[in-house]
């Protein structure tokens, strides 16, 4: 009856603290507090935490080790690539191509307005 009886302690006044760490994805979880109701505990594990009802199933925050960075998060600043080159030219012939095309359909126009003028004089 001793080991139900450390089982049975009263619960956390204003329930626990679960630490913000890092997830699986390298996102950073911030702390939260367990104060909702029956659910006073941080439960999970190192990489998913969660708030519980019973203290034997929470979690010895203290074992683990995400609360920093992760290395392979820190990507650092992105290599230029020669596909980044060849967008550019690509878009600097997306725009020649629409100039033209403007340009064509300005010149038709004056045509058509000279044109009429003409037409109208004679």
């Not at 009802?53 to 920093?68: A, H, M, P, T, V």
């Not at 992760?70 to 725009?95: C, L, S």
């Amino acid at each position: 009856s001793g080991g139900d009886a450390d089982d049975e302690d009263d619960p956390p006044v204003g329930g626990t603290r679960c630490q913000g760490y890092y997830d699986v994805m390298g996102q950073w979880d911030p702390p939260f507090n367990c104060n909702a109701g029956v659910f006073l505990y941080c439960c999970g594990t190192c990489f998913y935490r969660f708030c519980c009802q019973f203290r034997q199933q929470r979690l010895d925050q203290s074992i683990c080790s995400n609360y920093d960075t992760p290395i392979w998060a820190n990507t650092g600043k992105p290599v230029a690539t020669i596909t980044e080159g060849q967008g550019d030219q690509e878009r600097d012939r997306t725009h020649l191509i629409v100039y033209i095309i403007c340009g064509v359909v300005a010149i038709m126009v004056l045509v058509g307005i000279f044109t009429k003028l003409g037409l109208e004089k004679s």
